[in-house]
Each structure stands twice: as structure tokens, then as C-alpha cells.
């Protein structure tokens, strides 16, 4: 909208001048006016041909990148339908169990990349500690709520108090809980948020970013669901988690999502949200993660 608003406030400007000159009987007012417009149709035209052509560059980008992943990505492997580990205070801190998680969610998708001939993914992570305050490239402070991405210095901030508050099943405030969907509580909910916000770095350096997130973001959002899913999906089928935690991670999708649908920074409804890492981990294909973007 701030590119059409200069070209129509001269389109009022124009036509404000083209009006006093036709009341004092000018011929050279309509042909002000007719100018004006004209000129305001060329630049509508050419912002819309600028969209359409990122719209289809993001859409060739993404069939290049999970298409391949589509036919060679190393599916797991079920080993022991016997839970190994569900994570519990006792033996984890909450840094150590969300260190665990992203050396995991890591390890499957260089895997997966490297399997395409990708290059592997580089990303950089901080567990803020309690009453910590992170300055970031982003212009955003990483503090006891943090739970993000920042593609500026590369770095996924999770607040270790944040976190805790979804293990423990305490985290409040959050859009899609306050509607009355789902509550976030346990250790693979604390997952599924590091899962999310590793998706964005592979969204970034993959090329997503660039080409088409400033004109909308639930797209990425529900497409980071989808990718954690489908980690999930391996996590799951190695016999780490039971199906009590896969619902722990659908709770927290539930409980994460918003109703501010009229903005630009819309994550997506709760229950868009849900469908999005379910469809990651029921086909457990990153490919079935194209269809979120573009929108």
C-alpha cells in the first residue's frame, strides 16, 4: 500500500487542480486529470506485474527445493515401539533437553538436505536464561518470553523461562489458549517450538525469505509447522516420544495460534496451525510442506 499511496495522493492533488482549472473554463484541466490517471494506471500496473513475478519466482524456488526433497530424503526408521526418553526435570534442565532437540531436528534435516545435494544448514541458537536480556540484530530484545528467529544475525532465541512455562503447562497469554484452544504444556511442546523456529532458518537459507515473506507471513508460518511436523514424524518413528507427547505438540500448535486474520503478521488460526504440523507428520514428507506457499 505505501508504494500506491504517493501516485494516488497525486492523482487528488492532480484532479484538485484539474477541477479549479475546468471551473475557470481551462481545455488543458481534463487533460491534466486524464494524464494524472493514466500515470497512476501505469504504476498500479507495474507493482501488480512486480508481484506476480516474485509470487512465481517463490513458487519455482519452492518446487526446486522440497520437490527434490521429495525423492530422496532418508525416512526414519522404527526402531523399539518402547518410549526411550520423555524427558522429565529430573534429568534434563530445560537448556539441556532444548539442546538435545535441536541437535536432533539438525541432524535430520542435514540428512535430508544433504540427501537432495543441498548445502547443510547452518544456524546459530541461545537458551536466554532467566531474567536474561539479548539484544539482536532484528531490533527485537531477546528476553524471558522469547521464542524466535532472527535471519539478521542468524540465531534462533528461546527463553529457557518461556519454555519451562510450556513444559510445566503454565504458559499464558498465548492468542489460541485464550480463545479456548488448547493448552501448551510438556517437553514435546517445548519441541515443536524449536522444530518451528529451526524451519525459518532453513525457510531463510533457502532462499523463502528473500523472495517472497514482506507481503504476507502466515504462509511461512504454517509452512515452519508443516517442516516441524515432519521432523516430528522421524522423531517419533526413531521410538523417542509416545503419542501422548505427539498431542503435547498439537496443543501447543492449538494454543500458539491467533485470530488477528486482517493483519500482515497473522500466524494463522489455532486449528490452521494444528493442520499444518499434522500434515508434516502424518505424511512425514517435508515435500507435502509446498503447499503452504506461496498462498
Not at 146 to 171: H, K, M
Not at 269 to 275: D, L, N
Amino acid at each position: 500500500m505505501a508504494s500506491l499511496r504517493r501516485p494516488l495522493l497525486a492523482l487528488l492533488v492532480g484532479l484538485g487542480a484539474a477541477g479549479a482549472l475546468a471551473g475557470c473554463g481551462s481545455d488543458d484541466a481534463q487533460s491534466v486529470a486524464d494524464d494524472v490517471r493514466q500515470e497512476v494506471r501505469e504504476r498500479r500496473e507495474r507493482i501488480e506485474q512486480d508481484l506476480r513475478e516474485r509470487r512465481d519466482r517463490l513458487r519455482e524456488r519452492i518446487d526446486e527445493v522440497l520437490g527434490e526433497l521429495e525423492r530422496a530424503f532418508p525416512r526414519a526408521r522404527t526402531t523399539s515401539p518402547q518410549v526411550q526418553s520423555r524427558g522429565n526435570t529430573e534429568s534434563n534442565t530445560i537448556d539441556t533437553y532444548m539442546t538435545q532437540i535441536i541437535k536432533s531436528v539438525d541432524g535430520y534435516w542435514t540428512r535430508t538436505l544433504r540427501a537432495s545435494d543441498l548445502p547443510e544448514p547452518r544456524v546459530t541458537y541461545s537458551w536466554v536464561p532467566p531474567g536474561g536480556r539479548q539484544p539482536t540484530r532484528c531490533g527485537t530484545v531477546a528476553d524471558d518470553s522469547a521464542a524466535f528467529y532472527c535471519p539478521s544475525d542468524d540465531t534462533i532465541y528461546v527463553a529457557q523461562r518461556f519454555a519451562a512455562a510450556l513444559w510445566e503447562g503454565v504458559a499464558t497469554g498465548l492468542p489460541g489458549q485464550q480463545a479456548g484452544f488448547g493448552r501448551a504444556a510438556g517437553d514435546f511442546g517445548v519441541a515443536y517450538v524449536i522444530a518451528h523456529e529451526y524451519a525459518h532458518n532453513l525457510q531463510n537459507e533457502l532462499g523463502l525469505f528473500t523472495i517472497g515473506r514482506a507481503n504476507s507471513t502466515k504462509p511461512f508460518e504454517l509452512q515452519a509447522d508443516c517442516m516441524a511436523g515432519a521432523w516430528g514424524a522421524a522423531y517419533y518413528a526413531e521410538g523417542h516420544v509416545s503419542r501422548e507427547d505427539v498431542q503435547e505438540a498439537i496443543n501447543t500448535a492449538l494454543a500458539v495460534g491467533d485470530f488477528d486474520v486482517s493483519s500482515r503478521n497473522h500466524h494463522g488460526t489455532p486449528t490452521e496451525r494444528r493442520a499444518a504440523w499434522l500434515a508434516g507428520f502424518n505424511s512425514g514428507d517435508p515435500a507435502a510442506c509446498r503447499q503452504f506457499v506461496p498462498a
